[in-house]
Structures are given as C-alpha cells and as structure tokens.
C-alpha cells in the first residue's frame, strides 16, 4: 500500500509539471507523424521505408562493431540519402504545400466536403447517362487511397471543377483527349488524356474492349474506382479491386458512387485526426 501512494505521489508531481503548451506539442507532433505515415502509405513507399530501416539497422550494427571505414561511408551516405528522400517525395510535398497555400486545411486534415463530393458524383452519372445513350466511350478513374501522379504525367493537366459538360466535351468522339482516361482527384478533374495499365487478367471477357481491360487494369494496379461507358455498346461499368461491375444504369451507378466514395457510419474511411482517434478508440473498446 506504501507502495502504491508513493508511485500516485510521484505521478501527481510530475502532471503537475505538465503544461498546456506540452500538449500542444505532443499532438503537433502527433499529426507529423501520422501524416508522414498517410504520405508513405499513400505513394506506395512502403518499400523505399522497408529500406531505410534496414540501412539503420546496418548502420547500427556497424557502429557495434567498431567498422570505422564502412561506418563512415554509411554516415555520407544517410546525408545524401536525406535529399534523395525529398527528391523522391517531392509531388506528394508539392501537394501538401499547395494545399497549406491555398488555404485548403481541410484537405490535409482529410475531410472532405459530403455536399461537393454529391455533386461530382451527380455531374459524373449525368455525364455517363448521355455518353451511354450517344454510346460514346469514357473512362472516369476516382482517386482514392493511393496517389495517381505518374498516371497524370501521362496526361494533360486541368484541375478543371468536375462537370457533366466537360465530362460529355472531353469524351467527345473527335476530341483530341477522348481516347485517354480522366482522373478525378479530390473532387476536381486533375488531368485528362491519360494512359492506364492494361489487365494481364486471363480471365476477362473477351468481348470486352481496351477501355474495360484499362479501367480493370487500373483497379488491379491501386485502390482507384473507374467507371467505363462502352463505345461499342453504351454499356456503364465500374471497375474496383480488379473485379468489373457491368451493365449499370445511371441511377445504380450513383448509388454504387455514393457507396465507394463517400461511404457512412460505420463504413466511413477514417481520416486525419479524427479518423486515427476513431480507429483508436475503436480497438480499444
């Protein structure tokens, strides 16, 4: 028991110790931390991260053991390798600097406006339900998860606000950009024009054209979501983890959309601060 009131005594001294300001740093901290977390995660680094740890892990053991030349040529090249890191992550904080700029705070705190993401999802089936009855092909790719920016060199950038119109100009049969896909990041159309990878998928329909083997083929490739409107036949498809979803009418392909793309309740995708709380508290319940 003396034991006990000794260890609450000294805890009490030391939360007494604790400011508002030390707070303050334990949670800037932890959005540093998980951002760059999110930013691995998101471009697909997990390998290159894999990488620095085990070069630490050698430097480590390096220094151990006492290898004095080794241990200095580790030592370079963890400086040099501080500038490849920014050179290699350079579109992704290019995005994030952008964002802080601009004054867009809440899409680095990852929340996204529910009422925008309506109505890019109203003006994409609106879009599709006209390119379907001209049966003129398209191919509209969502980012999510995972970072497109190699699939937007590809093609020719716009960061246009998402409209039926411009969907129904840019599909055009003998617009300059038709045959390329579009891709929608964050609720605004970043690029059109662009080049996706084909499905090595032995199993798909052989009916199935080049627009449906690249939106599967994308899907396969990162957790995007790709709707396709055949040209051949003005059928609406949604690709999603490889697996093609055909013969939709506009009004499934809203809801299918709305389900993907801005899920509720449970379902809903855990983002930023809020979302790593509510993961969080969730294990521990």
């Known amino acids: 028991m003396e034991t006990v009131r000794e260890i609450m005594q000294n805890l009490s001294r030391?939360?007494?110790l604790v400011s508002i300001w030390d707070g303050v740093d334990i949670l800037v901290?932890?959005?540093v931390?998980?951002?760059l977390i999110e930013l691995l995660r998101k471009s697909n680094s997990v390998r290159v991260l894999r990488g620095i740890a085990l070069l630490l892990a050698v430097s480590w053991v390096v220094e151990l053991s006492e290898l004095h030349t080794v241990s200095f040529v580790l030592a370079n090249t963890m400086q040099i390798g501080l500038l490849a890191l920014v050179i290699v992550f350079q579109p992704e904080l290019r995005r994030m600097l952008e964002q802080m700029g601009s004054g867009k705070l809440t899409g680095l705190l990852g929340r996204e406006s529910r009422s925008h993401l309506e109505g890019v999802i109203m003006q994409t089936v609106g879009a599709c339900g006209t390119l379907s009855w001209r049966r003129e092909g398209a191919l509209i790719v969502f980012e999510r998860g995972t970072l497109l920016d190699d699939v937007v060199k590809t093609g020719t950038l716009l960061n246009a606000e998402v409209t039926a119109e411009l969907l129904k100009n840019i599909f055009f049969p003998k617009a300059p950009l038709h045959d390329g896909a579009v891709i929608v990041r964050g609720g605004r159309l970043a690029a059109a024009g662009c080049m996706l990878p084909l499905s090595g998928n032995q199993n798909l329909s052989r009916d199935l054209g080049m627009r449906h083997r690249a939106g599967v083929g994308m899907s396969e490739n990162s957790d995007a979501l790709v709707v396709v409107v055949s040209e051949e036949s003005g059928s609406i498809s949604?690709?999603?983890?490889?697996m093609l979803k055909r013969h939709l009418d506009?009004?499934?392909l809203?809801?299918?959309l709305k389900q993907e793309?801005?899920?509720?309740?449970e379902e809903a995708p855990a983002r930023g601060v809020s979302g790593l709380w509510r993961r969080l508290?969730?294990?521990n319940s």
């Open 29 to 31: 901290m932890t959005v």
């Open 33 to 35: 931390v998980y951002k």
């Open 254 to 256: 809203g809801l299918l």
């Open 14 to 16: 030391y939360v007494a």
């Open 281 to 283: 508290t969730r294990k």
């Open 250 to 252: 506009p009004e499934t």
């Open 238 to 242: 949604v690709a999603d983890g490889g």
């Open 261 to 265: 793309l801005m899920p509720s309740g």
